[in-house]
C-alpha cells in the first residue's frame, strides 16, 4: 500500500462523495438508486442469474424476525475466547445454509475464537450472520493453526447474505503488525515457502458473492487489510466501525477488487493505511458520509 498517486495521509475528514469508476469492460449505467440497471455477470464461471428489473432496497431489510435461528451454542460453541470454536461455527453454518432465511447467532457476551476458516456457499437465500458477541482470531502467527495466510475469514459464493448486529470481528493483529520476514517464517512452523510481510491475513474477505449487506458491527484490528471484497456484486456497507490504530502497519479498512455496484456509508473508518481502496476491475462504486482518520482516505486503482 505505498502512496503513489495520493499527497498526503488526511487525518479526520468528512466525506460526502460519490465516485463512479467505469473499467474498460464494464461500463454500466446506474439508476438512482443503484440497484435497478440489468447487469452482466461479473462472476466469472457463476450461474446466477444478475437481471433483475426493480429498483429496491430489500437488502436492508433482509433481518427476519421470524427466521429459523441457528445459535451458535447449540452447535457446541464454548464462546469462551480461548477455546477454538471453529468447528461448531462451521457446523452450525452448514445446518443454517441449507435452511432458507436461516439466521445464524452469536450472542453478546460470546467470545468465538476462531481458526481461518472458509464459509462457503451457495447458500439458500436470506442468511443471515447476527453477530452480537465477538468473533476473534486466534493471538498471532504462532497460534495461526492452518497455513492460510490471504485471510482469517473467507466468505465465498454466497449471494443474497447480511452480517449484522452490535457485536465485533476482532483480527488481533497487534501480534502481527511489528513482526519481521524472518520471524514470521520461524513462527508459522512446518512451511517451506518463503513468506514476507505482506504475507499477513486479511480479517474478512468476500470472493465470488452478490447481494451482501454488512452492517452495524465493528471490525478491529486486522493483522492486514480488515474487509475486502474481490470479484463481488451488490455490495452494500452501512453504519459499519472499522478501527485499527494509526500506527498500524498496512492495515486497510475496505479493499475493492473486480467488483459491481458497491455502496459504502455511514462508516467510520480509522485505521494504519487507505480507509478504502478501490484496485483493479471495479465499476460503479459508491461512497457516501464515510469518516476516515486516521488513515490515507481513498484511493483509486492499484
Ligand atoms: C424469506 O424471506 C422473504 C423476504 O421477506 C420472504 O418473501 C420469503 O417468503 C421467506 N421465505 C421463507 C421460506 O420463509
Ligand atoms: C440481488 O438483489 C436484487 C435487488 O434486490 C434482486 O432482485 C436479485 O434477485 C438479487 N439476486 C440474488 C442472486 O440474490
Ligand atoms: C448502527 O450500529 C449501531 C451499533 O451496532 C446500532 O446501535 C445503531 O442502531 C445502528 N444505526 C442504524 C441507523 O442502524
Ligand atoms: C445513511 O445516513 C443517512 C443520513 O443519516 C440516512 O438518511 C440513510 O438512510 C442512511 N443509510 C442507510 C443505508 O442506513
Given at each position: 500500500m505505498?502512496?503513489?498517486?495520493?499527497?498526503?495521509?488526511?487525518?479526520?475528514?468528512?466525506?460526502?462523495?460519490?465516485?463512479?469508476?467505469?473499467?474498460?469492460s464494464?461500463?454500466?449505467?446506474?439508476?438512482?438508486?443503484?440497484?435497478?440497471?440489468?447487469?452482466?455477470?461479473?462472476?466469472?464461471?457463476?450461474?446466477?442469474?444478475?437481471g433483475?428489473?426493480s429498483?429496491?432496497s430489500?437488502?436492508?431489510?433482509?433481518?427476519?424476525?421470524?427466521s429459523p435461528?441457528?445459535?451458535?451454542?447449540?452447535?457446541g460453541?464454548?464462546?469462551d475466547?480461548v477455546?477454538?470454536?471453529?468447528k461448531a461455527f462451521?457446523?452450525?453454518?452448514?445446518?443454517?445454509?441449507?435452511?432458507?432465511?436461516?439466521?445464524?447467532?452469536?450472542?453478546?457476551k460470546?467470545r468465538?475464537?476462531?481458526?481461518?476458516?472458509?464459509?462457503?456457499?451457495?447458500?439458500e437465500?436470506?442468511l443471515v450472520l447476527?453477530?452480537?458477541?465477538?468473533?476473534?482470531?486466534?493471538?498471532?502467527?504462532?497460534m495461526?493453526?492452518?497455513?492460510?495466510?490471504?485471510?482469517?475469514?473467507?466468505?465465498?459464493?454466497?449471494?443474497?447474505?447480511?452480517?449484522?448486529?452490535?457485536?465485533?470481528i476482532n483480527?488481533?493483529?497487534?501480534?502481527?503488525w511489528?513482526?519481521t520476514?524472518?520471524?514470521?517464517?520461524?513462527?508459522?512452523?512446518?512451511?517451506?515457502?518463503?513468506y514476507?510481510?505482506?504475507?499477513?491475513?486479511?480479517?474478512?474477505?468476500?470472493?465470488?458473492?452478490?447481494?451482501?449487506?454488512?452492517?452495524d458491527?465493528?471490525?478491529?484490528?486486522?493483522?492486514r487489510?480488515?474487509?475486502?471484497?474481490?470479484?463481488?456484486?451488490?455490495?452494500?456497507?452501512?453504519?459499519?466501525?472499522?478501527?485499527?490504530?494509526?500506527?498500524?502497519?498496512?492495515?486497510?479498512g475496505?479493499?475493492?477488487?473486480?467488483?459491481?455496484?458497491?455502496?459504502?456509508?455511514?462508516s467510520?473508518?480509522?485505521?494504519?493505511?487507505?480507509?478504502?481502496?478501490?484496485?483493479?476491475g471495479?465499476?460503479?462504486?459508491n461512497?457516501?458520509n464515510?469518516?476516515?482518520?486516521?488513515?490515507h482516505?481513498i484511493?483509486?486503482?492499484?
Amino acid at each position: 500500500m505505498s502512496n503513489n498517486g495520493v499527497p498526503n495521509p488526511i487525518h479526520y475528514w468528512l466525506l460526502s462523495i460519490q465516485i463512479f469508476l467505469f473499467s474498460s469492460s464494464a461500463l454500466n449505467a446506474r439508476t438512482a438508486h443503484g440497484w435497478g440497471t440489468k447487469h452482466q455477470n461479473p462472476i466469472k464461471g457463476g450461474s446466477h442469474n444478475l437481471g433483475h428489473g426493480s429498483s429496491s432496497s430489500s437488502v436492508y431489510d433482509s433481518y427476519q424476525p421470524y427466521s429459523p435461528i441457528f445459535d451458535v451454542p447449540s452447535f457446541g460453541a464454548r464462546g469462551d475466547g480461548v477455546s477454538d470454536d471453529s468447528k461448531a461455527f462451521q457446523v452450525t453454518w452448514s445446518a443454517a445454509c441449507a435452511v432458507k432465511n436461516a439466521t445464524i447467532k452469536i450472542p453478546s457476551k460470546f467470545r468465538l475464537l476462531i481458526s481461518p476458516i472458509t464459509l462457503q456457499g451457495p447458500c439458500e437465500p436470506g442468511l443471515v450472520l447476527q453477530i452480537d458477541g465477538m468473533i476473534v482470531a486466534p493471538g498471532g502467527p504462532r497460534m495461526w493453526l492452518k497455513p492460510e495466510l490471504l485471510q482469517w475469514i473467507n466468505f465465498k459464493n454466497l449471494h443474497d447474505f447480511v452480517i449484522q448486529g452490535r457485536g465485533t470481528i476482532n483480527g488481533q493483529g497487534s501480534a502481527w503488525w511489528w513482526i519481521t520476514p524472518r520471524i514470521l517464517q520461524n513462527q508459522l512452523t512446518n512451511r517451506n515457502s518463503r513468506y514476507d510481510d505482506t504475507m499477513k491475513p486479511t480479517a474478512v474477505r468476500f470472493y465470488s458473492s452478490l447481494n451482501l449487506t454488512i452492517r452495524d458491527i465493528q471490525i478491529q484490528n486486522s493483522p492486514r487489510c480488515h474487509l475486502k471484497f474481490d470479484n463481488c456484486a451488490g455490495v452494500k456497507v452501512t453504519n459499519l466501525s472499522i478501527s485499527s490504530p494509526g500506527d498500524s502497519p498496512n492495515t486497510d479498512g475496505i479493499h475493492l477488487q473486480n467488483s459491481q455496484r458497491v455502496e459504502v456509508e455511514n462508516s467510520t473508518i480509522s485505521c494504519g493505511d487507505d480507509c478504502i481502496s478501490i484496485q483493479t476491475g471495479c465499476s460503479d462504486v459508491n461512497i457516501q458520509n464515510i469518516k476516515c482518520g486516521p488513515g490515507h482516505g481513498i484511493r483509486h486503482g492499484a
